[in-house]
């Protein structure tokens, strides 16, 4: 980004973080975080430096600005009087591009590792601060490892996780109910699963009943075997290969087609089974999503439902999800990296991990304490929550690419005709890889 002129930050720009929906994350971003609450009680401890900052922090990931200041904001500000903050939303009017040729100076951006190829890479803001975190005294080994390898796999140390993700499995318990069927269980295993998924897959008094879906997408983003959906190498697609065949007919396809009911309800649908109907139409049994719908989708207030962990491959016994976390990441343009790296110091600390652990928050440190009291404050603390998150390991996360979302659309739409029966699986796989790289190349050359 062109180092230019510090523009002046009065109330026409913060008009551009006005309030949106807690319900406007895209719909293919796992990014979810708890309700606005109120602002903590007891302040933090004022930071006595004399050093004055103008912090710029672009909320990415679509977060309102009364959400930044609750989570962050408020104590950002009891922290650090001397440093200025702006917050800055993503949306129409102040998009990157935007703020980019308007010469809008940005100090730390706030996005999930999903989003920071796009946000972060594409636009020249990465900075390594690993130099910084030794100048500022940040402990790296408090930190799920994970979550810190997850922004290396990108190029470097670039920033500091404040949340984690990752998937998990909800169900409806009044569906298992209904058949008489046991619930799921933390430490299944995809086979369990499925055999599961059959015995919930059912049509009663003209209501089809889906036992189990998830969307391609987020298996793909955060699948448990640390595949690469682009080859970091060569810039290609790094699909069609029998592990990612194996992993996607397992998860995709195979709950759809082992039900004649369930296949025909597909096919007149024109589409795989979504948020919608797990708690809205609740016609559907089980559901993989990343932890954080409960708090973006209102039924979930009122249905009768809890979660557990993903279930795992027999291949990787043990390991759950791949982390999903969101990030601070302090932009190579910055003028004030150490104040920067101050607040990013803070927001890691166990003081203010302990608060948004508490929020339902996934903490990122290590600190059993810090995770024991996770989801206390938040309306879901008697659900499964600590469990479902932590139960397994962390898958190691794969190397992310600007890339990524073209390969996956391309195999959403081809997974979707073996399911109508249109094409067979090795057909499918074949024709996503060669529609993915004609997508990368197209992207290439608009660069």
Not at 101 to 109: H, K, L, M, N, S
Not at 239 to 263: E, R
Not at 302 to 318: C, H, I, Q, R, Y
Not at 377 to 404: C, G, L, Q, W
Request: charged content about 25%.
């Amino acid at each position: 980004m062109p180092n230019k002129k510090r523009l002046p930050l009065l109330g026409a720009f913060l008009a551009l973080a006005v309030m949106a929906s807690c319900s406007s994350q895209p719909k293919d971003d796992p990014s979810t975080t708890p309700p606005s609450s109120p602002a903590v009680s007891k302040e933090p401890a004022a930071d006595k430096s004399t050093e004055k900052a103008e912090l710029v922090i672009y909320g990415a990931a679509g977060n309102t600005e009364e959400e930044f200041n609750n989570r962050w904001g408020n104590a950002l500000r009891a922290k650090f009087p001397n440093y200025t903050l702006h917050y800055i939303v993503n949306q129409k009017g102040s998009t990157l591009p935007e703020l980019i040729t308007a010469g809008q100076p940005i100090d730390i951006i706030f996005d999930s590792i999903g989003g920071a190829a796009g946000s972060l890479i594409q636009n020249g803001f990465q900075y390594d601060i690993s130099e910084l975190a030794k100048k500022h005294n940040v402990d790296l080994s408090r930190f799920e490892p994970t979550f810190l390898d997850a922004t290396k796999q990108l190029g470097g140390l670039y920033g500091l996780p404040v949340n984690g993700g990752g998937l998990v499995l909800y169900y409806n318990k009044d569906i298992f109910d209904k058949f008489g069927v046991p619930y799921p269980v933390d430490g299944m295993t995809w086979d369990d699963l499925l055999a599961l998924s059959k015995k919930v897959t059912k049509n009663e008094g003209g209501k089809q009943y889906a036992g189990f879906a998830t969307s391609v997408t987020h298996p793909m983003r955060m699948n448990p075997m640390s595949l690469e959906i682009v080859d970091k190498t060569t810039l290609q697609a790094a699909i069609d290969n029998d592990k990612w065949k194996q992993f996607l007919q397992t998860v995709i396809v195979s709950p759809v087609v082992q039900d004649a009911g369930y296949k025909a309800f597909i096919q007149e649908k024109k589409g795989l089974l979504f948020t919608n109907d797990f708690a809205k139409e609740q016609n559907l049994a089980m559901f993989v999503m990343n932890f954080g719908l409960q708090y973006a989708v209102k039924e979930f207030e009122t249905m009768n439902w809890d979660m557990v962990s993903l279930p795992t491959v027999k291949e990787a016994p043990g390991i759950g999800t791949q982390p999903y976390p969101n990030f601070f990441f302090v932009t190579a343009s910055s003028k004030y990296k150490d104040a920067a790296m101050e607040v990013l110091k803070y927001v890691t600390s166990d003081e203010h991990e302990m608060i948004e652990s508490k929020k339902g928050n996934i903490p990122v440190l290590k600190n059993e304490e810090i995770k024991k009291v996770f989801g206390q404050e938040t309306a879901f603390k008697n659900k499964n929550m600590k469990n479902a998150v932590f139960y397994n390991r962390f898958a190691s996360p794969h190397a992310r690419t600007i890339y990524d979302d073209k390969v996956i659309g391309a195999m959403e739409s081809n997974l979707k005709k073996v399911i109508y029966g249109e094409a067979d699986l090795n057909t499918a796989f074949r024709m996503a890889e060669e529609e993915a790289n004609k997508a990368i190349e197209e992207m290439k050359l608009k660069k």
